[in-house]
């Protein structure tokens, strides 16, 4: 009797997560074609459409920019949480929360001057998603609380917490009724650098290899790894391992807040449930594919933000805009396969036959 | 006039139980499913994509068939076989169970909008009729809340019981937690990891497909894109409330569904309570448990399975 079984290759197929990417970008487009097809929808026309509305002018390779921005900095929150091998799921909450610190920071000094408006509605909503997040991480490391659960739970809190503002507290009163949270401050918004690019492209970059500079080359970077890597080794090195929890879910949750406030000034005009957008869960799989690397990180969520943009232009011929969700969350389901193809092999086996 | 505003406060109050036993229905199917698939030591984040998938084909299946159960039955085959995509990722090809289940939540919301597009606004309907149980439906205010449900009720409570019997009382049932528990202990007794992992998530998506076709061919009873409204994060939490047992999940999904059911309800009994916090209970209730149940660890054995969450691979043992 034979049976298939997986088996690990003597040395791993060269390429890596590139190739296992590409692959997952390559099983993704095959899948949406024949889906395309069974529903009698234009397989060449939809994909040209996506690729022309992401990467084909310098106006759509702005906008492609701008959508990078929170799938590049969950990513990175996502990324930063995983050097201690935890899992931060709640970055969709983070965002949320980050922007309502936000919109406090604006609704409480509407008449500041734009540039230290700014300033100051960023260190807030940083400062709103590492609180969002600190409580997962000192449950974590006090009492062995699952983050993934409770960062989970949080994002469904934060969600309501904002309809609950639209229609009570900050309800705009100009909303015609309309339950809308008042706009944010005109003059907290974000300039543009190129095209339609704004700055937050630029911010984000910066906070990209900020954190790349920080992990390799800062003290407490590199006791981030060892902790990561051996959490004995670091006990007995007197590394705190509870307060690296902590410190480790605060920092994510203030990129992804971070985040959230980037949108409130860049792409948003005011607070909504909506703001987040479903970052939060792409911008794990954004990690994942990523493998936790900030350079790799950056290349994904422009991927992944060309494949929203474009999805969202797809409408005006006729296609659905699901298309867009369908082929990202095919390319991490490809990449896996590729990714356990290039480490182990599928063999044909003979099954002992025991008496 | 006092007897007017009782007879419309009692309405009230048999709407809110009836809609609390139709909620608490549709979060227990998926929640046993993730209850089955987690006590084999899968978690599956992709509960509430799989929902959304059960709930578009159901209610295609049923308005094409004219039949309800067929398009409970189309619901459950397509639930199941989307959470194959997962127990192949997950379990066969050991990639982390968070991602891939994220993912699924990601490919189902997709796939049901994309497939469910044509069936948006479709005017047809082909919703399940209460099933009244003969004398016991005529008891007042039980009658109503209790016996006079949709045959998806009774029939949760059935594979209820039947899940807790087979997980409690089968070597089946043995041999599947035991996956969960430690998967090298129960391949060297002869279990076969993959296999019932494998089975459990498809089991789990199978019932989460069946919540979501229930959702749209008798809850709502339509299709629309957003219908499953996080309904598939609730049946997450819902196995932690219920500490991974059937019969607290049952429990748990009454507490649950009647938070969901009192939201919409709250106006006609002159509270003037905003319905949006109460939406937020859930969500912290299960925080307050997982938070008790990680204290009271400290002394007794955790009631989560030991192997949740990790992957396995035989030559790595």
């Given amino acids: 009797m034979k049976r298939l079984v997986l088996a690990r290759r003597e040395h791993p197929t060269r390429g890596g997560q590139p190739v296992a990417f590409l692959f997952g970008l390559v099983f993704a487009l095959i899948g949406g074609a024949l889906l395309l097809t069974i529903s009698g929808d234009p397989v060449f026309d939809t994909y040209e459409r996506m690729w022309d509305r992401s990467f084909g002018s310098f106006d759509t390779i702005s906008a492609t920019f701008n959508r990078a921005v929170p799938l590049a900095l969950v990513g990175l929150a996502v990324s930063i949480a995983a050097t201690m091998g935890l899992w931060n799921i709640g970055a969709e909450g983070q965002i949320l929360f980050g922007a309502t610190a936000a919109t406090f920071v604006g609704r409480l ?57 639209q229609t009570t507290k900050w309800k705009d009163p100009d909303g015609f009724g309309f339950p809308q949270i008042t706009a944010r401050p005109e003059q907290a918004k974000l300039g543009a650098i190129w095209e339609r690019a704004h700055l937050g492209v630029l911010i984000a970059l910066a906070v990209i290899a900020a954190f790349a500079w920080f992990m390799n080359r800062s003290v407490w970077g590199y006791e981030l790894k060892i902790a990561g890597s051996s959490p004995k080794t670091a006990t007995y090195a007197g590394i705190s391992m509870r307060r690296k929890v902590i410190g480790v879910m605060a920092l994510s949750g203030a990129v992804a ?30 990690a994942a594919l990523a493998l936790m690397r900030p350079s790799g990180v950056a290349v994904v969520a422009l991927a992944f933000s060309a494949l929203q943009v474009g999805g969202l232009s797809i409408q005006t011929l006729g296609v659905s805009s699901a298309v867009s969700t369908i082929l990202q969350a095919l390319i991490l389901f490809g990449a896996i396969g590729a990714a356990v193809l290039s480490t182990y092999q599928i063999r044909l086996i003979e099954r002992k036959v025991t008496a | 006039m006092i007897f007017a505003e009782l007879t419309i406060s009692e309405t009230a109050i048999i709407g809110l139980f009836v809609a609390t036993i139709q909620f608490a229905t549709l979060l227990f199917l998926a929640g046993l499913g993730e209850t089955i698939s987690e006590r084999a030591g899968v978690l599956n984040l992709g509960v509430e994509g799989m929902m959304a998938i059960g709930a578009v084909f159901g209610f295609i299946g049923a308005v094409e068939s004219g039949s309800p159960w067929i398009g409970l039955l189309v619901g459950m085959i397509a639930g199941g076989l ?69 045959p998806v009720t009774y029939l949760a409570i059935v594979f209820g019981i039947a899940a807790w019997f087979v997980l409690n009382r089968t070597s089946i049932g043995l041999g599947l937690r035991a996956v969960g528990q430690s998967a090298s202990t129960a391949d060297a007794a002869g279990h076969s990891v993959v296999g019932m992992r494998m089975g ?118």
């Fill in chain 1, 109 to 165: 000094f509407p008449d500041l001057p734009g540039p230290i408006l700014i300033i100051a509605m960023l260190l807030a909503a940083a400062l709103g998603g590492a609180l969002w997040a600190f409580g997962p991480g000192l449950a974590r490391a006090e009492i062995g609380v699952s983050e993934i659960i409770t960062t989970l739970m949080l994002n469904e809190v934060a969600l309501r917490l904002i309809i609950y503002l």
């Fill in chain 1, 257 to 286: 807040g971070f985040a959230g406030g980037i949108e409130l000034s860049g792409s948003a005009v005011r607070l909504s449930e909506n703001i987040s957008n479903g970052f939060g869960f792409a911008g794990i799989i954004v």
């Fill in chain 2, 82 to 150: 989307i959470a194959l995509l997962h127990a192949t990722a997950a379990v066969a090809l050991g990639a982390d169970q968070v991602v891939s289940g994220l993912a699924l939540t990601m490919l189902g919301l997709g796939l049901a909008d994309f497939i469910g597009d044509d069936y948006t606004s479709d005017p047809r309907r082909a919703l399940f009729a209460e099933v009244d149980i003969p004398g016991l439906s005529d008891i007042r205010f039980i009658g109503d809340v209790l016996f006079s449900a949709s």
């Fill in chain 2, 200 to 317: 459990a998530v498809v089991v789990g998506g199978a019932l989460a497909g069946m919540s979501g076709a229930y959702l749209s061919t008798f809850v709502v009873g339509a299709w629309s894109v957003g219908v499953t409204a996080g309904r598939g994060w609730i049946a997450v939490a819902l196995v932690i409330f219920g500490a991974w047992r059937p019969g607290r999940v049952a429990a748990g999904a009454l507490l649950f569904g009647f938070t969901l059911a009192l939201q919409s309800r709250l106006q006609p009994f002159g509270v003037s309570f905003s319905p949006i916090l109460v939406s937020m209970l859930p969500y912290l209730l299960t925080v307050a448990v997982l938070i008790v149940i990680s204290i009271r660890a400290r002394n007794q054995p955790s009631p989560s399975p030991a192997g949740l969450g990790i992957a396995y691979r035989r030559e790595e043992r």
